[in-house]
Structure formats: structure tokens, C-alpha cells
T-cell receptor
Framework: GENVEQHPSTLSVQEGDSAVIKCTYS??????FPWYKQELGKGPQLIID?????GEKKDQRIAVTLNKTAKHFSLHITETQPEDSAVYFC???????????FGRGTSLIVHP | EAGVAQSPRYKIIEKRQSVAFWCNPI?????LYWYQQILGQGPKLLIQ????????DSQLPKDRFSAERLKGVDSTLKIQPAKLEDSAVYLC???????????FGNGTRLTVT
């Protein structure tokens, strides 16, 4: 089955800085890569997703890049704000299953 | 639209007791998932339903876990008997179609003592 590795496990930045979270996946047939944000006491919420026919996607301060050859994808958050503080999960789906497999999460802390 | 509803929010039980969780998905979403999220880890799929049929339960510990989705809407997940290692947040999610975003509820935090 699919295996998703996510780094770093914790990321601490100052407000206004950029944050980058990186993930790798094992199944070359995976073709759908969503990112979820989980705030304390809540369920994960989708913030952006990308499909394998696209190399990059942006939505305001958030962008995701995908390198299919290297089997890695990254989340970029620019001009971070304290409300960006949360746990972020990457996931991969495709091949034999459309059900996403999640990474272990990155705890992002944005200091005011 | 109303989100995915789960209850209870918290549950504390002793090992070997039984517990049940309830989920009401977003209206119109045919696919329903139960995930287990252990502290510090990502969600791990337990079971997936399409309408009221099971699509994937390969990761469900069937000796103690069971789930059902009657009438293709609400779902319940049961653990009997519970073990200490079952302490986790149990998340329910629903989606409109294959490769559609998953919409998660806020989960049930289970503590087994």
C-alpha cells in the first residue's frame, strides 16, 4: 500500500515568514494529493489539493508543488499569521485506491 | 450546508468495556469513512462505506471493532471489548464521490483506562 512520509514534525516561524512542509510518497500510481489543516479539538479540513497532471497550484497565501519523478510534494505558506498555527497533514491517493493515506502531520507554530 | 456530526465528543471507559460512536454525514454524501487518529499521528482508515455497503474494512480489527451504516445514512462504530491501545480520536468523514475532498467531523476522543 501507499506510504507517506512528512517533514518536519514541528515547524516554528515568526509571523510574516514563509513555511514549507514536505512530503514523499511511495506509490508511483498515486495521482491525488490533498492537504488538510487540523485545529485543536477539530477534525481535519481540506485547504488545497493537487492532481498529478498539474505541477503547481496556488490559492492566495497557500501553494502546493508536485514532483512526480521524485515522488514528493510540498506545501508553501507565505506571510504566515498566528491563525495559521495548526497541524497540517499531507495525503496521497490513487493507483489501487482513491482513499487518501495520510502523513504523520506537521505542527506549525506562528509566533506573533 | 451542515457538516458531519459526531457524538459523543468525549468518552472515558475502562478496558474490556464496550463503547459506540455515532456519525451523521453531510446530506447527499454516499461515501462514509471511519478513521482512527492516535495522538501525534495522521488519521488511519478503519472502514469505508458506499451507501450502506462496505467497500474497504481491511484495516478494521474485526475481533473487537464493528461498524454499520443502516439505510445508507447514519453510521455507528462499536468497540467491544476495548483495550488501552484503542485510546484515540475516532473521526468520521464523508465525501460526494471518488477523489472528492473528505469532510471530517470533529471526532470522538476515547480514553481507555
Amino acid at each position: 500500500g501507499e506510504n507517506v512520509e512528512q517533514h518536519p514534525s514541528t515547524l516554528s516561524v515568526q509571523e510574516g515568514d514563509s513555511a514549507v512542509i514536505k512530503c514523499t510518497y511511495s506509490d508511483s500510481a498515486s495521482n491525488y494529493f490533498p492537504w488538510y489543516k487540523q485545529e485543536l479539538g477539530k477534525g481535519p479540513q481540506l485547504i488545497i489539493d493537487i492532481r498529478s497532471n498539474v505541477g503547481e497550484k496556488k490559492d492566495q497565501r497557500i501553494a502546493v508543488t508536485l514532483n512526480k519523478t521524485a515522488k514528493h510534494f510540498s506545501l508553501h505558506i507565505t506571510e504566515t499569521q498566528p491563525e495559521d498555527s495548526a497541524v497540517y497533514f499531507c495525503a496521497a491517493a490513487g493507483g489501487g485506491s482513491y482513499i487518501p493515506t495520510f502523513g504523520r502531520g506537521t505542527s506549525l507554530i506562528v509566533h506573533p | 450546508e451542515a457538516g458531519v456530526a459526531q457524538s459523543p465528543r468525549y468518552k472515558i471507559i475502562e478496558k474490556r468495556q464496550s463503547v459506540a460512536f455515532w456519525c451523521n454525514p453531510i446530506s447527499g454524501h454516499a461515501t462514509l469513512y471511519w478513521y482512527q487518529q492516535i495522538l501525534g499521528q495522521g488519521p488511519k482508515l478503519l472502514i469505508q462505506f458506499q451507501n450502506n455497503g462496505v467497500v474497504d474494512d481491511s484495516q478494521l480489527p474485526k475481533d473487537r471493532f464493528s461498524a454499520e451504516r443502516l439505510k445508507g445514512v447514519d453510521s455507528t462504530l462499536k468497540i467491544q471489548p476495548a483495550k488501552l491501545e484503542d485510546s484515540a480520536v475516532y473521526l468520521c468523514a464523508s465525501s460526494l464521490a471518488d477523489y472528492s475532498p473528505l469532510h471530517f467531523g470533529n471526532g470522538t476522543r476515547l480514553t481507555v483506562t
